[in-house]
Nanobody
């Protein structure tokens, strides 16, 4: 049974940093590209970042480019999201997700097969 569990959310002041982790189990982690999405109250789930199965390719939403960094450690079955220069508009529940390597439309939630339960990130002004 595939399981994705996120860690690292919390409350931080604007300008601060957080590092999210997502631990995967029950799957061949290196066979999957991984992504982070977020959902704020009253809004649709939106793409944040994705990383290829080997870590060589990353893509980001324009809203986080230059502030967030996605990375992975296949030996630890873990994907990370380093978030710097946080803004109040980054407040949301953050979800990690897995999609089969080679799939396109990486920014669409529909191509991701497995999802974590989410972790809350709150940025105060």
């Amino acid at each position: 049974q595939v399981q994705l569990v996120e860690f690292g959310g919390g409350l931080v002041q604007a300008g601060g940093s957080l590092r999210l982790s997502c631990a995967a189990s029950g799957m061949t982690f290196s066979a999957y590209a991984m992504g982070w999405f977020r959902q704020a109250p009253g809004k649709e789930r939106e793409f944040v970042a994705t990383i290829s199965w080997y870590g060589g390719k990353t893509y980001y939403a324009d809203s986080v480019k230059g502030r967030f960094t996605i990375s992975r450690d296949n030996a630890k079955n873990t994907v990370y999201l380093q978030m710097n220069s946080l803004k109040p508009e980054d407040t949301a529940i953050y979800y990690c997700a897995a999609r089969m390597a080679g799939t396109t439309n990486y920014d669409s939630p529909s191509v991701y097969h497995h999802w974590g339960q989410g972790t809350q990130v709150t940025v105060s002004s």
